[in-house]
Structure formats: structure tokens, C-alpha cells
């Protein structure tokens, strides 16, 4: 979940359902999240017992005898006995106790006579199978050993609390979206329904759709403002080619120290954090509401398209440094950090206490090694400049170890494509909802796939949208889905 922006706790109160691209370096990042994270606890966690598992270290090696405790979360409250089980399943953050209080799921536990389950994701939060976040150590980091983790719980669970007669519907948002629709499909005898949003299925090195789909929503708003953004973008590139123009450049975006450029990762970088603004609003657009008193933000995609389209700011490159500020304000920052190696740096750091351990050093290490999932500049169709897809594999090897080259990396995503089949989802009752602005949609499933594998696309929403708890404002249609959802488990569950 997000660290390389802001695109994980940018979304305030629910860090569960977000997948991107690690990165605390952003807005002093991890202070940022680490304060967000705490308030999120304080709001949702209060009364949530944490409870604990053992699990094997590896599934798939029956030599290795070593386990560890994997964490969960229960609510009864709703469950009438012969009722379903819901498992809420975590993802690449810590699994936030807030969504045993609040959410969709909920609502429909409380019609359904639902007992509730969240399994933590191994190797994020307090799940933790190894000593450290070392190399060696995360290959037990995966999603085929985490469906395992997800079997083993089912069937104690199950047997030790009188559910194996009882019908199991997983959750997910994003990574676990993806995680809920894959269990269904690879352990169909323990998962009876799945409801898998916003959910990329299909792996893939380069992902420059996602900054297409970017493009698009920006359009929506307004067709100028991604045309603004392009013109912007470019001037900067073209500015960083001319040390001259670093003292202004340093000025322009504040930032925390005078621009130097050591490697041929600090432009990709500094471009990718500034681009990161809009990728990170459009992610969340409208998501990082105010919740039961913990602020939210307003910036959403009409303000930053308001802050490009205003010509008494200046230049466009004028208005996009002004987007910076106003991101920097928005999240209490003095200053914009963009030194590569400061990143790398906290990346790299393997402790479990270090800057990167909330998530950012695991999930990288899964897209170098499972999903890829780069959000480069790769495509002429969407308006940002500089980081191509070689940035991207670079930090692979930077972070973790050499033999992550781009060979390896592309031999894992096509075994993830050909373990789970990609968009070729051979499976029932799993529903796939898909918010149009999401640029994860890219890689989801967006149409029906047959009556069984129904798509619900939600126009105008963001990632995960209908998983967060109902509001007066939400658009009727994002109601109308989550309606919809209820009524297609309410008919699953009589089969
Ligand atoms: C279960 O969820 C309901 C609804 O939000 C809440 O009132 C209750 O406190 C929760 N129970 C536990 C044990 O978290
Ligand atoms: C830096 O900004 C000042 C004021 O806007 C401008 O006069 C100057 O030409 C700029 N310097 C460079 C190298 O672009
Ligand atoms: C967001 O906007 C509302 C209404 O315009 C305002 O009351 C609130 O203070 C704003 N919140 C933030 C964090 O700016
Ligand atoms: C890793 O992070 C921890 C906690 O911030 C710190 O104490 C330690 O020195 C860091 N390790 C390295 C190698 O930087
Ligand atoms: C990647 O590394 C492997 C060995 O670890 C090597 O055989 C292969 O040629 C390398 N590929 C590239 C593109 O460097
Ligand atoms: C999901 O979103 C995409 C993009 O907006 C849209 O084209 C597609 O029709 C949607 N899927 C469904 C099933 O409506």
C-alpha cells in the first residue's frame, strides 16, 4: 500500500485497500503515515481484541518446520448461528482493526448473520514469520504463501469453532482483491463467494496504463488540465536537464535541500514524486473524507485541476510547482524530499523497527518478484515525462539483490499469469467491482466474464470505493453497487 507516494495513507482512515507504490520518502513520508496510522487506531482499533495464529514459515516445503503467529481479528457480533463467515483479507499494510467497526462488509455481515474474520498479510504489521526484512528472508514473502496462510487459518478456524459446515465469502480491496478472487479459484472446496474490488488480476511489468487511465480522469474534469499537466511536466524535464536552473527548481518545489543530481535514478525520482501529486489524488479521489473526527483531506481531482487551469499562478510550470505547495500544506510538510539515495537508503533498511518495514521495502520486493505493476512514462497517451520503465527495474536490484535483473523479473510475472491466469479467470461466484477512475481498473476484470463472474462498474469512483462505509454524499450509483453486491451474496449464499 502506498509508500512511494502518499497512495496509502493518503486515504486516511482506511489503509487497507490500497495498492501501490511503496514510498515514505514523500512528504517527510513515513512521519506522515506513522501519524495517520496512529490516529486511524485510535478512531477504529478501540475495543478490538488482537488475537493470534500459528503458521507454518512455508507452506510448500515440508521440511521446514518452523512457524510463527500470524494475526486476526474477530467480530461476532451479527453471527447467528448456521450463518456465513467473512474473511476480510489483509494486504500489504498492517490490517487496520477499523475494519472490524466500519465498512460495507458489515452491513452486509449484519443482514446476512455473518461472523467476521481479518487475517493480516504475512510480513505486514504485526505478522511477522521472519527476524528481519532481510533478502533471504522475504522469500517467504508471497501471495501463493499467503493463500496458504489463508487455507490453514480456514480450516482451524473452522474446526475449532464449529464453521465447517458454514459457507466462507472472502473480501478484498486491491492486493487482496486480487488475493480473495484467487483463493476462490485455487481452493474452491473452502471458499464458497468472493468479492474481489477493484482487483488487478493480470501481472505485468510496465504498467503506463495507469497514468493513461490518470490522463482520462483528469480529462473528465476538465479536457484542458491533463494537456497543462503534460506542458508542465515537460518544462520541468527540460529545466533538469540545465543545472543553472537548479536554484530555482530548488525554490520552485521547496525543496528540503539544494538539487544535485548524482545519479541516473535522481531526475526519474524527482519527476516520479511531483507526477505522484495527481496519481495519488486521482487514486483516492474523494476517498480521503473526514471520518468519525479524524480529518480528512479536500484535495480531490477538481482541486488540483483548479490549481492548473489558474492562469494567476503563472506559467504552467508555475501551477504545477503550486500543486506541490499545496500538497505540502495539505500534509503539514515543510519541504519536498527528493534525493534518490535517501530513499534507497530507508528502503534498504532491513529491521523490522526501520523506515520502510509499515510495508514500502515488502510490497516493492513483491513487484519485483511477483507482479511488476510499474507505473512508468511508457506511453505517449498520458501527459507526465522521465520515468521510464528501466527506473523502476533498477530499484529492484538496488534494494534487494542483483539477481533481480530485468530477465527475473519478467520470468515471475509470467509464472503469477500463468499460476493464477490472469484475466482469465476460470472460477464462480467471485464479483468484481471496478470504479471507472480507478487506474487500477486497467488491469481488472471490467466486464461480465459470465453470470458467475459479474464485473460491477461504479461510474466516477475511485479505488475501492465501495468498500468504505455508506455517506450521505456518495454518488447513487457507487450506492446502487453496494446494493448490488449484497443482492448477488444473498443469492450465492442459497446455492
Ligand atoms: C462489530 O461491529 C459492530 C458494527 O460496527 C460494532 O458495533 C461492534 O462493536 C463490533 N464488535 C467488535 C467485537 O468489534
Ligand atoms: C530563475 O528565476 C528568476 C526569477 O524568476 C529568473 O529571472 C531567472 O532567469 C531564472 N534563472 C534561470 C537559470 O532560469
Ligand atoms: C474541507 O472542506 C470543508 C468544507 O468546505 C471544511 O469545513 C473543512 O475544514 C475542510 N477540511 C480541510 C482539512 O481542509
Ligand atoms: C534501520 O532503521 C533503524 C530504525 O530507524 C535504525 O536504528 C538503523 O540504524 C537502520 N539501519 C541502517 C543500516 O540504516
Ligand atoms: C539476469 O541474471 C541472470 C543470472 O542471475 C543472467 O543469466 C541474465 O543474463 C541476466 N539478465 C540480464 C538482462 O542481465
Ligand atoms: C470498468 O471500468 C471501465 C473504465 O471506465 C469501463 O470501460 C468498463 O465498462 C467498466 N466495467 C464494467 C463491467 O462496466
Not at 356 to 363: C, E, K, L, M, N
Request: charged share 15%; hydrophobic share 40%; net charge negative.
Amino acid at each position: 500500500m502506498a509508500w512511494k507516494h502518499l497512495r496509502r495513507f493518503l486515504q486516511g482512515l482506511f489503509v487497507f485497500a490500497c495498492l501501490s507504490f511503496p514510498c515514505q520518502a514523500r512528504y517527510g513520508g513515513l512521519r506522515g503515515a506513522a501519524l495517520r496510522l496512529h490516529k486511524v487506531h485510535d478512531v477504529g482499533g478501540a475495543g478490538v481484541e488482537e488475537q493470534w495464529f500459528t503458521q507454518r514459515l512455508d507452506h510448500f516445503d515440508g521440511a521446514e518446520t518452523r512457524v510463527w503467529k500470524q494475526r486476526f481479528f474477530v467480530n461476532d457480533t451479527f453471527y447467528r448461528s448456521g450463518g456465513p463467515v467473512f474473511l476480510m483479507i489483509g494486504g500489504e499494510g498492517p490490517a487496520n482493526p477499523a475494519w472490524m467497526q466500519y465498512g460495507t462488509w458489515l452491513t452486509y455481515a449484519k443482514k446476512l448473520g455473518a461472523l467476521c474474520f481479518m487475517l493480516e498479510h504475512r510480513f505486514y504489521g504485526k505478522s511477522r514469520p521472519t527476524e528481519d526484512l532481510s533478502f533471504a528472508s522475504l522469500r517467504y514473502l508471497s501471495s501463493r504463501q499467503a493463500l496458504a496462510d489463508l487455507a490453514h487459518f480456514h480450516s482451524s478456524m473452522a474446526a475449532a469453532r464449529g464453521l465447517t459446515g458454514s459457507k466462507w465469502v472472502t473480501f478484498g480491496g486491491s492486493y487482496p482483491g486480487s488475493l480473495a478472487a484467487w483463493f476462490r479459484l485455487k481452493y474452491p472446496h473452502l471458499v464458497h463467494a468472493s468479492v474481489a474490488t477493484s482487483a488487478p488480476v493480470h501481472a505485468v511489468v510496465n504498467f503506463p496504463e495507469y497514468l493513461e487511465v490518470v490522463r482520462q480522469s483528469l480529462a473528465a474534469e476538465n479536457p484542458e488540465c491533463p494537456l497543462l499537466v503534460q506542458e508542465a511536466s515537460d518544462t520541468l524535464y527540460r529545466r533538469l536537464q540545465d543545472p543553472e536552473t537548479y536554484v530555482n527548481i530548488t525554490k520552485d518545489f521547496s525543496l528540503c535541500a539544494d538539487l544535485q543530481i548524482q545519479t541516473k535514478m535522481d531526475i526519474p525520482y524527482f519527476l516520479e514524486t511531483v507526477a505522484g501529486n495527481f496519481m495519488d489524488v486521482v487514486q483516492y479521489n474523494e476517498d480521503n473524507r473526514e471520518f468519525e473526527g479524524v480529518p480528512g483531506t479536500n484535495v480531490t481531482i477538481k482541486v488540483l485541476c483548479g490549481v492548473m487551469m489558474d492562469a494567476s499562478l503563472g506559467t504552467p510550470y508555475s501551477r504545477y510547482a503550486a500543486v506541490t505547495s499545496l500538497m505540502l500544506k495539505t500534509f503539514s510538510q515543510k519541504c519536498l524530499d527528493v534525493s534518490y539515495s535517501t530513499y534507497l537508503k530507508d528502503m534498504s533498511n532491513t529491521s523490522w523497527s526501520g523506515p520502510a518495514a509499515g510495508g514500502g521495502r515488502q510490497w516493492v520486493y513483491q513487484t519485483c518478484t511477483e507482479f511488476g505493476f510499474y507505473q512508468s512514462t511508457d506511453s505517449p497517451n498520458q501527459p507526465f515525462t522521465g520515468f521510464p520503465l528501466q527506473y523502476f527495474l533498477q530499484q529492484c536490484q538496488d534494494m534487494y539483490d542483483a539477481s533481480l535483473n530485468a530477465t527475473a523479473i519478467a520470468d515471475a510475472v509470467t509464472q503469477t499469469n500463468e499460476f493464477y491466469g490472469g484475466y482469465d479467470v476460470h472460477a464462480t461466484r467471485i464479483v468484481f467491482p471496478n470504479g471507472s477512475i480507478d487506474p487500477w481498473h486497467a488491469l481488472g476484470i471490467t466486464q461480465d466474464i459470465s453470470d458467475d463472474l459479474p464485473a460491477v462498474f461504479i461510474k466516477g469512483t475511485a479505488h475501492c470505493a465501495n468498500m468504505y462505509p455508506a455517506r450521505q454524499q456518495d454518488l447513487p450509483q457507487l450506492a446502487l453497487a453496494r446494493d448490488h453486491v449484497f443482492v448477488l451474496l444473498q443469492k450465492w449464499l442459497q446455492q
